[in-house]
C-alpha cells in the first residue's frame, strides 16, 4: 500500500530535550516536505526536500532540522524543544512541488 | 497581499445546495492550483488540481482559475453532510519548489 508513515504519532516532551520525528514513504517521490498546524495560522511549510541530500528552508524553519539522507526517509528534528513548537506535524511527499501531496497521518506533540 | 488567502469562513450550507469557497494568490508566476479537503483529527488530502484557465469539474465537484484575476475557487454542488471539513487552497510558488497554504475554509453542510 502506497503511503507515509510517521512516528511518533503523540508526543509529550519537556523543554530542551531533543527528539526527531521520523517520515517514510514508499512511493519512490522526489519531493518530501514537513508542516505544522497550528489553530487560525493554517498549514505552514517548515522544510522541503526536492531530493537526497537537497533540502531548503520553508516558511517557518527556525528551531528545526531536517535531512535527507536517502530518498524514502525525511526526519524532522527539534534539537532544543520550546513550548511555542507545540503543534500538530505532518509530513508529505510528492513527485515535486506541482504535484499531489501525500501526507502521512500526522504527529501531535506537546512540549512543556 | 497575504501569498494564499481563503475566506475565512466558517461557511454553513443546507443539504443539496452548492457551497462558494474561494481563494486568491499574490505570485503571478504560479501554474498549478490544489484544493485540499481535511476532516477534522485527519490528514490532509487532494480533491481538485487545476493548471489552466477555466472550469475544470470532477463530479460534483468544479474547480475555477482567473490567473489574470489571481483567483481560485471551489465549487460543491449537492453539498452532503460528508462534505463537512475545512478546505484548504494550496499554490506552488515561483521556481524554488516552496508550497504555500491558504489558512482554509472550515464547512458545514446542515442536513
Known amino acids: 500500500e502506497a503511503q507515509v508513515t510517521q512516528n511518533p504519532r503523540y508526543l509529550i516532551t519537556v523543554t530542551g530535550k531533543k527528539l526527531t520525528v521520523t517520515c517514510s514513504q514508499n512511493?519512490?517521490?522526489?519531493?518530501m516536505s514537513w508542516y505544522r498546524q497550528d489553530p487560525g495560522l493554517g498549514l505552514r511549510q517548515i522544510y522541503y526536500?526536492?531530493?537526497?541530500?537537497?533540502?531548503d528552508k520553508g516558511d517557518v524553519p527556525e528551531g528545526y532540522k531536517v535531512s535527507r539522507k536517502e530518498k524514502r526517509n525525511f526526519p524532522l528534528i527539534l534539537e532544543s524543544p520550546s513550548p511555542n513548537q507545540t503543534s500538530l506535524y505532518f509530513c508529505?511527499?510528492?513527485?515535486?512541488?506541482?504535484?499531489?501531496?501525500?501526507f502521512g497521518p500526522g504527529t501531535r506533540l506537546t512540549v512543556l | 497581499q497575504k501569498e494564499v488567502e481563503q475566506n475565512s469562513g466558517p461557511l454553513s450550507v443546507p443539504e443539496g445546495a452548492i457551497a462558494s469557497l474561494n481563494c486568491t494568490y499574490s505570485d503571478r508566476g504560479s501554474q498549478s492550483f490544489f484544493w485540499y479537503r481535511q476532516y477534522s483529527g485527519k490528514s490532509p488530502e487532494l480533491i481538485m488540481s487545476?493548471?489552466?484557465?477555466g472550469d475544470k469539474e470532477d463530479g460534483r465537484f468544479t474547480a475555477q482559475l482567473n490567473k489574470a484575476s489571481q483567483y481560485v475557487s471551489l465549487l460543491i454542488r449537492d453539498s452532503q453532510p460528508s462534505d463537512s471539513a475545512t478546505y484548504l487552497c494550496a499554490v506552488p510558488r515561483g521556481s524554488n519548489y516552496k508550497l504555500t497554504f491558504g489558512k482554509g475554509t472550515l464547512l458545514t453542510v446542515n442536513p
Open positions: 512511493m519512490n517521490h522526489e519531493y
Open positions: 508529505a511527499s510528492s513527485w515535486g512541488a506541482e504535484d499531489t501531496q501525500y
Open positions: 526536500s526536492m531530493n537526497v541530500e537537497v533540502t
Open positions: 487545476i493548471y489552466s484557465n
